[in-house]
């Protein structure tokens, strides 16, 4: 019997406040080898406080973290050098050089030799520049090279491109799902740039007020994510199997997973698939009160 692989990252329960406001409210989910996950959510949903406690800088206030089975807690030192994190803005480190700082953080890794080459040529950054002397955008490509340089296998990136030009979010993304294929990484990203995360991930994790509201393969987002609108939205309601689960309700009908093709709705039921981005709009929306269940 072959042993199974150590799931990357293993959440359940987390809660955190910050005084008596609740950042993060009993999340759970798991990240498997080889997966690329999104996370999703407006400014001030949750997504960097949940990337925090998953790298060990925030604590939780209950629930558990293993990374690689490994309580986050007390990460031993091995756990931890298979993670690689990428924060929204790098700071510190200014008085180094680029090779300088790159040859320092290297050298808390066993087995970096040469950074990697592609990995290089896309970061594209003067060797013998201070840290300080670099735009916010190299910054970042300075903070995604320090991230990947040990080849970890599971990659967290908090918001990666955002001071990204298009050239460079472009050649990051591909990169990204190279170093995936080529690594059997697993990643965990959260960006504002939709079109890239529904291009790159396998799976979408949806939070809103630090709840996750949706964590379903992209596959089967698309496949069952759908806008079901009636004039009597009530009889669509009526209508509906129980495991159909309502993302959003709204004066003409509602925003739906879980729908299949054999569903038995009501004459005049119009059925059409959302785009990503008004379906990203909905989900992550504060709640109105009025969503039915
Ligand atoms: N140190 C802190 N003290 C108090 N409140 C905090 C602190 N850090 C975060 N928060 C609050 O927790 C909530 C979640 O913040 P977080 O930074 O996780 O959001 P986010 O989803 O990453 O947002 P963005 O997309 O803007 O980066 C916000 O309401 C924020 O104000």
Same mark, same amino acid.
């Given at each position: 019997m072959t042993a199974q692989p150590l799931l990357p990252a293993q959440v359940s329960g987390l809660t955190r406040r910050f005084g008596s406001f609740i950042a993060l409210?009993?999340?759970?989910f798991s990240i498997a080898p080889g997966e690329t996950v999104a996370l999703l959510g407006r400014n001030g949903a949750g997504k960097s406080t949940l990337i925090g406690c998953l790298m060990g800088f925030l604590m939780a206030d209950s629930g558990s973290i293993k990374i690689f089975g490994e309580d986050v807690v007390d990460l031993p030192r091995s756990a931890r050098s298979r993670t690689g994190f990428v924060p929204q803005t790098m700071s510190g480190f200014g008085t180094f050089r680029v090779r300088q700082l790159i040859d320092y953080i290297s050298a808390f890794y066993e087995n970096v030799s040469d950074p990697d080459p592609q990995l290089m040529q896309w970061a594209d950054l003067d060797p013998n520049k201070y840290v300080r002397a670099l735009s916010g955008g190299q910054k970042q490509r300075l *903070?995604?090279?320090l991230a990947m340089q040990h080849k970890p296998d599971f990659l967290v990136l908090d918001e990666p491109v955002a001071s990204l030009d298009p050239h460079a979010r472009r050649d990051f993304m591909n990169l990204l799902n190279d170093y995936r294929r080529r690594q059997n990484a697993s990643i965990l990203i959260s960006s504002h740039i939709l079109s890239d995360l529904e291009r790159l991930c396998s799976r979408l994790l949806f939070v809103r007020q630090g709840r996750v509201v949706l !964590? +379903? $393969? +992209?596959e089967i987002f698309h496949a069952e994510t759908r806008t079901l609108t009636h004039p009597d939205p009530q009889r669509l309601l009526e209508a509906f199997p129980a495991d159909l689960q309502i993302l959003m309700s709204r004066p003409d009908g509602f925003l739906v997973h879980g729908y299949r093709d054999h569903f038995a709705l009501?004459?005049?039921t119009l059925i059409s698939v959302p785009d990503f981005? !008004? *379906?990203?709009?909905e989900i992550t929306a $504060? $709640?109105?009160?009025d969503v039915p269940r």
């Amino acid at each position: 019997m072959t042993a199974q692989p150590l799931l990357p990252a293993q959440v359940s329960g987390l809660t955190r406040r910050f005084g008596s406001f609740i950042a993060l409210d009993n999340v759970s989910f798991s990240i498997a080898p080889g997966e690329t996950v999104a996370l999703l959510g407006r400014n001030g949903a949750g997504k960097s406080t949940l990337i925090g406690c998953l790298m060990g800088f925030l604590m939780a206030d209950s629930g558990s973290i293993k990374i690689f089975g490994e309580d986050v807690v007390d990460l031993p030192r091995s756990a931890r050098s298979r993670t690689g994190f990428v924060p929204q803005t790098m700071s510190g480190f200014g008085t180094f050089r680029v090779r300088q700082l790159i040859d320092y953080i290297s050298a808390f890794y066993e087995n970096v030799s040469d950074p990697d080459p592609q990995l290089m040529q896309w970061a594209d950054l003067d060797p013998n520049k201070y840290v300080r002397a670099l735009s916010g955008g190299q910054k970042q490509r300075l *903070a995604i090279v320090l991230a990947m340089q040990h080849k970890p296998d599971f990659l967290v990136l908090d918001e990666p491109v955002a001071s990204l030009d298009p050239h460079a979010r472009r050649d990051f993304m591909n990169l990204l799902n190279d170093y995936r294929r080529r690594q059997n990484a697993s990643i965990l990203i959260s960006s504002h740039i939709l079109s890239d995360l529904e291009r790159l991930c396998s799976r979408l994790l949806f939070v809103r007020q630090g709840r996750v509201v949706l !964590d +379903t $393969p +992209t596959e089967i987002f698309h496949a069952e994510t759908r806008t079901l609108t009636h004039p009597d939205p009530q009889r669509l309601l009526e209508a509906f199997p129980a495991d159909l689960q309502i993302l959003m309700s709204r004066p003409d009908g509602f925003l739906v997973h879980g729908y299949r093709d054999h569903f038995a709705l009501p004459q005049e039921t119009l059925i059409s698939v959302p785009d990503f981005e !008004d *379906a990203f709009l909905e989900i992550t929306a $504060p $709640p109105s009160g009025d969503v039915p269940r």
